[in-house]
């Protein structure tokens, strides 16, 4: 059940949020809302996939 809930906010992050990656976005310059923003997708990402 948690992977699954994990799964689904993975699809919705990559449906709402915006793809930093794309815009090429240097993590060295990255304001805090950015930085919270990739840890978040991270985060989600990485409880989808493990387990």
């Keep these: ?5 994990f799964r689904l906010l993975a ?3 990559k449906a709402v949020l915006p793809s930093l990656s794309k815009r090429r976005l240097d ?8 930085l919270a923003l ?7 990402t990485t409880r989808a996939l493990g387990d």
């Excluded at 059940?1 to 809930?5: A, D, G, N, Q, R």
């Excluded at 993590?27 to 950015?34: E, F, G, I, Y």
């Design 11 to 13: 699809q919705i992050n």
């Design 38 to 44: 990739v840890g978040w997708r991270y985060y989600v």
């Design 27 to 34: 993590l060295a310059k990255a304001s805090k809302w950015q």
């Design 1 to 5: 059940m948690k992977k699954s809930l």
